[in-house]
């Protein structure tokens, strides 16, 4: 990549292996079921989720929102934390394609629900309400400063859910964070969930693409709700190729960049003007404030980090700052963002 740019891991271009893969990758109709490629991608997530078989997708909110469509109908309701990406930055498929009502529930520092709280929204078999039929949660939780969270809370809010017949899908657009922060294998948590999305074009470096897991039936009605949404593609495993290693490689290298996130962490610590906790740091976002005392404008602060030293950082509304490390990040550019915020807010 030819900026230095820690604004998220999104923006992660597809590494040399990958591009070689994708020149070369054999293909055909997917909609067909006819591309060797896409369909060694899904069988390869399925086998690394614990599920029966997975379909690829164009993007983490398409697959989250395949999830509800074939979970739920219209006039049922699915809890979910109130900070979940489902809720927040997905544009309201849920409602507004789904017909399916939202029921935000608080959630701790690390995005999990009260499973008192979640044990209570279910509501009971009355025409006026509603009906609950689905959970939704999210690993590592975006909203919390990239938390894992760990295994056994899926497997309360799995008891709940048989108790009262209700699905539970896992937004895992950054599972194999969590999974890496907390030393788990992946199927120590999906195991408790009915169907899992994750994304490949994050810290894992592909350039486009999700896959959704679940078991075989799931699969069969998920495949009809992404041709119906427009999301049957063609000659995709051009794409797929370069999935095959992001889940395959890449997946195993996210500790280096939850190290470099730490070691930014302490960095900016040490600045006085800066605000933040590095023991908030588990995975590869680092959120920290500018201090009260500190006269520029968030704005013009990632307009000078710009400009003047080629670097970008996102801005998380207020006085809130966000760096996320990815393949792309070097020790060398941790260094460089310390010392260019440190000489931006000398006093
Ligand atoms: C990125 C992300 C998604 C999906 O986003 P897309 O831009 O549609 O790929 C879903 N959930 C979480 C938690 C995410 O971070």
Request: hydrophobic share 45%; net charge negative; aromatic share 6%.
């Amino acid at each position: 990549m030819d900026t230095i740019d820690f604004r998220s891991d999104t923006v992660t271009w597809p590494t040399p292996a990958m591009r070689t893969a994708m020149a070369a990758a054999a293909v055909g109709d997917d909609v067909y079921d006819e591309d060797p490629t896409v369909q060694a991608l899904e069988d390869l997530a399925a086998h690394r989720l614990g599920k029966e078989a997975g379909l690829f997708v164009s993007s983490g909110t398409q697959g989250n929102l395949i999830a509800a469509l074939v979970h739920g109908q219209r006039g049922d309701e699915a809890i979910l934390g109130e900070d979940a990406h489902i809720f927040c930055w997905e544009a309201g498929g849920l409602s507004v394609l789904g017909g399916i009502t939202p029921r935000p529930l608080p959630t701790d520092d690390i995005g999990r629900m009260d499973i008192q709280q979640v044990r209570s929204a279910i509501r009971g078999d009355n025409p006026h309400w509603p009906r609950s039929r689905l959970i939704l949660t999210e690993n590592s939780s975006g909203g919390n400063h990239g938390a894992a969270i760990p295994p056994d809370y899926f497997a309360e809010l799995r008891a709940v859910a048989d108790a009262h017949h209700l699905k539970v899908h896992l937004d895992g657009a950054r599972l194999f964070n969590a999974t890496t922060a907390l030393g788990c294998d992946p199927t120590a948590i999906t195991q408790w969930v009915d169907s899992v999305s994750i994304c490949l074009s994050k810290g894992l470096c592909a350039p486009v693409g999700s896959v959704l897991v679940g078991d075989r039936a799931f699969i069969h009605q998920a495949r009809r709700v992404r041709k119906l949404l427009g999301g049957g593609m063609r000659q995709s495993g051009v794409l797929a190729a370069a999935g095959i290693i992001a889940l395959k490689d890449m997946s195993q290298r996210l500790g280096e960049d939850h190290q470099r996130a730490q070691t930014l962490a302490q960095g900016l610590a040490a600045i006085p003007a800066l605000v933040l906790d590095p023991a908030r740091v588990q995975t590869n976002m680092v959120f920290f404030e500018l201090a009260d005392t500190v006269a520029i404008a968030p704005e013009d602060l990632i307009t000078q980090l710009w400009e003047q030293f080629g670097i970008r950082l996102g801005l998380y509304g207020g006085r809130t700052c966000r760096a996320v490390t990815h393949y792309w990040i070097t020790d060398d550019h941790v260094s460089q963002l310390v010392q260019a915020l440190d000489s931006l807010l000398a006093p």
